[in-house]
C-alpha cells in the first residue's frame, strides 16, 4: 500500500534493488553484484536487499560510484 500525501502518491523510503537497476540502466545481475560488493549502500532485512532513498540519492551524487561494467 502507497501511503498517500496531500492527494499525491509519496515517495518510497526504500527501493528494491530491482527498481534501483532499472533507475541506473544496468542488469539485475549487476544491480545486485553491486549491492553484494558494497558499491551500493543496501541493507539486508530477513531475505530482501533494500536501498535507503536518502543513501542512494547521496551514493549517485557521488559520480565516482556507479557500478563498473565487467
Not at 1 to 15: C, D, F, I, N
Not at 20 to 34: D, E, F, N, P, T
Not at 59 to 68: C, V
Amino acid at each position: 500500500m502507497q501511503l498517500v500525501k496531500g492527494g499525491r502518491r509519496a515517495e518510497p523510503a526504500t527501493y528494491t534493488v530491482d527498481e534501483v537497476a532499472v533507475m541506473l540502466g544496468i542488469s539485475r545481475g549487476m544491480a545486485y553484484q553491486s549491492v553484494h560488493d558494497g558499491e551500493i549502500p543496501a541493507k539486508r532485512i530477513g531475505r530482501r536487499w533494500v536501498i535507503s532513498r536518502a543513501a542512494f540519492s547521496a551514493w549517485l551524487d557521488a559520480s565516482d560510484n556507479l557500478p563498473k561494467a565487467v
